[in-house]
Structure formats: C-alpha cells, structure tokens
C-alpha cells in the first residue's frame, strides 16, 4: 500500500530556530516522486519541491533544505533560522510511476513561528 | 497570467441543493484536478481529467461529477448536496501527470447546513 505519514500535527518554535519537519512513506515501487507544499494561512497551495526516487542527493534552496534517505523511506524538510511568515501547514506528498494523475498527501503538519 | 481560478470563495448551501464550482486554468495544462480538505486532513482526490473530454474518478467521486469540455475549464457540479461535503475545494492543473508539480487555485469554502 501506498501511504505518506506526517507525525507531527504542530509544531511551534520561536522566530530563528531551526525547525525540521518529519515525512515517511510507504511503497514497494522503485519509481516515485516526493513532493512538498507549504499552505499559508491565506489557504492557496503553493509547491516547493520535487525529487525523484533515484536522486538522493539533499537539495538547499536559501534557508529550506530537504533531506531524502531512501533507507528510512523518509524525506524530511528543515527550515534554518524560521521566520513569522515560514507559519504555515506543510504538506509532504507521494506520486507513483505507474500512478499517473494521483498525489497521496500526508495529512500536513501545522507550523508556528512565534516572534 | 492568473494561473489557475476558481470561483466562487465562498457558498452556503442547503441540504439538497446543486451547484457548479467553476475551475479554469490559462496555462494550456492538459491535467486538471479537484480536491477536497476537510479540517485537518490532507486532500483527496475527487476526479481528475488528462484532457478535453477525458475524466476519471479519484479516490472520493460520490454525489460529484466532472466534464471537460475545453482545455482551460473543468467545472464539479454538486447534486443534492449533504453536511458530509462541507469542506474546502481546490482545483489544480499540471502540465501532464507525474512527475510535473500541479497548480491550485485559491479555494472553495462550501458549507453545508
């Protein structure tokens, strides 16, 4: 079965922690893609990054990096020195191969950055 | 280029009612798609549509139906609406399926008395 788990329902950090946000899948395909997507209180879905089965390298794009170990199943995103505006629900998701129109999402984990 | 729109925000339905969610996209995205999240949860997918005159259900397809007539449009029309479908609605479009990232739109506030 197919399947992405967020554990962490909240978290709430002060303004310039850093804070890491914790996602594991489940499948037996060897062809998969992971997403994130953050959603702002303002409601829209905006996406952040993509990594295919086969690229484990970590990726950093400014203050946001990702964390893919295929060995945990896991693809975990840490925010370095978080802001008020990094308050969000973030969404970890999983795409198949042989799934072509269909994103399984965690449930999201809620973050606060408080100032 | 608005991306990908949706209208309305916001509606109130009663038990029984219909509606049409209108969802249209500028991008010349061949893949289009309609969820639904209901508090706390993530989103799951109602149906989804690889091209004009194409749609398919996704995990969540009763008391809803799709058409695609054009490539930008790709309406969810609610028949006999029920509590069970309040929830907030979004639709998105990709270029083609995976592994291309979908677009959303801002949302659809639909509450059900």
């Known amino acids: 079965a197919q399947k992405v788990t967020q554990a962490q329902t909240e978290i709430s950090v002060v303004e310039k922690e850093d804070v890491t946000l914790d996602c594991v899948y489940e499948t037996r395909d060897t062809t998969y893609y992971l997403f994130w997507y953050k959603q702002p209180p303002s409601g829209e879905l905006v996406f952040l990054i993509r990594?295919?089965?086969?690229d484990e390298q970590n990726e950093i794009s400014g203050r946001y990096s990702w964390n893919f170990q295929k060995s945990t199943s896991s693809f975990n995103f840490t925010i370095t020195a978080s802001q008020v505006v990094d308050s969000a629900v973030y969404f970890c998701?999983?795409?198949?191969?042989?799934?072509?129109?269909?994103?399984?999402w965690g449930a999201g984990t809620k973050l606060i950055i408080k100032p | 280029n608005a991306g990908v729109t949706q209208t309305p925000k916001f509606r109130i339905l009663k038990i029984g009612q219909s509606m049409t969610l209108q969802c249209t996209q500028d991008?010349?995205?061949?893949?289009m798609y309609w969820y639904r999240q209901d508090p706390g949860m993530g989103l799951k997918l109602i149906y989804y549509s690889v091209g004009a005159g194409i749609t398919d259900k996704g995990e969540v397809p009763n008391g809803y139906n799709v058409s695609r007539s054009t490539t930008e449009d790709f309406p969810l029309r609610l028949e006999l609406a029920a509590p069970s479908q309040t929830s907030v609605y979004f639709c998105?479009?990709?270029?083609?399926?995976?592994?291309?990232?979908?677009?959303f739109g801002p949302g659809t506030r639909l509450t059900v008395t």
């Open positions: 991008m010349n995205h061949n893949y």
């Open positions: 998701a999983l795409s198949l191969r042989n799934s072509n129109y269909q994103l399984i």
């Open positions: 990594r295919n089965s086969f």
């Open positions: 998105a479009s990709s270029l083609t399926g995976t592994p291309y990232e979908q677009y």
